[in-house]
């Protein structure tokens, strides 16, 4: 153990490193050596007790399963399954005001089920709904912010890839995790879908629908003219279009069940669901260049994660040895706090990072420090999980670094679409998931009935 002066220190070193621009391995890998020789006063020890995290790291069964997930969405995106879920669900929409932007979350939602990554579905939905909102006369802002706001969803709702990291980070049960996400995904798609009905409602002009005010005889009437119908591109009904969908769906729900029913670890469950989507994804169209390419991107993006994944297994146990965890839940409950104003400066802390560094950074320096403490402080674990995903994704929206954000506006460069302009646009879409996070902080259940559920009260 190391005293307060020393614990200062490596956590003050830690966010200079970080806060310096370099890359978060590198900061947290630094900070863990400096932890370990101060507490050991022995650089021979502090290397050996690196070789044999990295040895475990590299043999642990568990991380494939990020990859493997990243594959299956890959192949799916890539296919085109995503353009037939959004070209289904805006004709099953087409009655509705402001269907266009109903059907983009509606459809993130479905393919959060197979992406896990949110970044990808900007980038995809930029592409194939943003065309049509603006052929159908929508606000930009309005859009965009749609847009940018659903995509969240990919990070909330499982195979999430923030889940897997938390899981790895915290040993929380990944099948437990994606359960308990699935609740508070639907809820916040329904505080979407409220948002953008009350706004098509009292603003029809920004969702393309013009009230027409004329007389007849003593009464007035104002008709909507309703955004006009599809272009072919996104009309789909085919039954290739549908079958196309249909088959993706039975894909979803065949390896997220089987890892619930305890057919298959979530590891072996990703590992089918990259072979299936592959096979699908041949069956549609897909050939050995765009295969090489989305294993090179999947390679490009994974990887570096893994990495992060090792140092943040190495920085978690370097605090657990060196006390920092102890010290900073002494400093906590020393404050005289109750629980939930401890979990408020927790979250505040994460909207904070949040402007600041991306979201899979934040959890693996926070989540070693607040998962302990928020366990003696009695929360459940699952539902404080949620609650953390929630507040980091937060920072998916928040300026300056709002990642979703600007890819949206990369996704989009032929439009010259402001930066802030979709910031603005996003604004409701962070109220809303705000609003979750309260909702689980005063119903727990929103995240613990289905787990619960499916494992027991246990």
């Not at 220190?9 to 900070?31: D, K, P, Q």
């Not at 990072?353 to 989540?367: M, N, Q, V």
Request: aromatic share 8%; net charge neutral.
């Amino acid at each position: 153990m190391l005293d307060q002066i020393d614990l200062l220190i490596l956590l003050g070193t830690m966010l200079v490193i970080v806060f310096a621009g370099v890359h978060v391995a590198i900061a947290l890998g630094v900070t863990s050596i400096l932890g370990l020789v101060l507490m050991s006063g022995d650089l021979a020890t502090a290397r050996t007790f690196v070789a044999n995290t990295g040895y475990e790291a590299l043999r642990d069964y568990v991380l494939a399963v990020i990859p493997l997930f990243m594959l299956m969405g890959e192949f799916l995106a890539r296919c085109g399954a995503a353009r037939d879920m959004f070209a289904l669900v805006n004709r099953a929409c087409r009655c509705l005001p402001g269907r266009l932007g109903i059907a983009t979350v509606l459809a993130n939602g479905i393919f959060a089920f197979v992406s896990g990554v949110s970044i990808a579905a900007a980038a995809t939905f930029s592409r194939i709904a943003y065309p049509e909102m603006k052929r159908a006369g929508y606000e930009p802002r309005f859009a965009v912010g749609c847009i940018a706001g659903s995509a969240v969803l990919g990070m909330l709702i499982p195979p999430s890839v923030l889940m897997i990291v938390w899981g790895v980070l915290t040993e929380t049960s990944i099948g437990g995790l994606f359960l308990a996400g699935v609740m508070p995904g639907l809820l916040l798609i329904a505080y979407y879908i409220v948002y953008i009905l009350g706004t098509a409602w009292r603003r029809p002009d920004i969702v393309g629908e013009v009230r027409v005010v004329s007389t007849v005889g003593a009464q007035q009437v104002t008709p909507l003219r309703r955004e006009p119908l599809p272009t072919a591109a996104v009309t789909d009904d085919t039954p290739s279009g549908l079958s196309g969908t249909l088959a993706v769906l039975c894909l979803v729900v065949a390896v997220l069940v089987g890892i619930w029913a305890g057919a298959f670890t979530p590891t072996e469950g990703a590992a089918v669901g990259a072979v299936a989507s592959l096979l699908l994804a041949v069956a549609r169209g897909l050939r050995g260049k765009e295969i090489a390419e989305v294993v090179i991107s999947v390679a490009r993006t994974s990887g570096p994660l893994l990495l992060l994944l090792f140092a943040a297994q190495l920085y978690s146990r370097t605090l657990a040895m060196t006390g920092v965890t102890n010290m900073v839940q002494s400093a906590l409950v020393g404050t005289g706090l109750g629980p939930l104003a401890i979990l408020a400066l927790m979250v505040l802390v994460w909207f904070i990072l949040g402007c600041l560094i991306d979201s899979i950074s934040i959890i693996l320096l926070t989540a070693p420090v607040f998962y302990p403490i928020a366990m003696a402080l009695g929360f459940d674990p699952l539902a404080f999980a949620i609650v953390a995903i929630l507040a980091i994704e937060t920072g998916l929206l928040t300026p300056p670094f709002g990642i979703l954000v600007f890819t949206v506006r990369a996704s989009l460069a032929s439009e010259r679409i402001p930066t802030g302009t979709i910031f603005r646009g996003a604004i409701p879409y962070w109220i809303a998931l705000l609003g979750v996070i309260v909702s689980i902080v005063a119903f727990p259940e929103v995240a613990t009935w289905l787990p619960k559920l499916a494992f027991g009260a246990g």
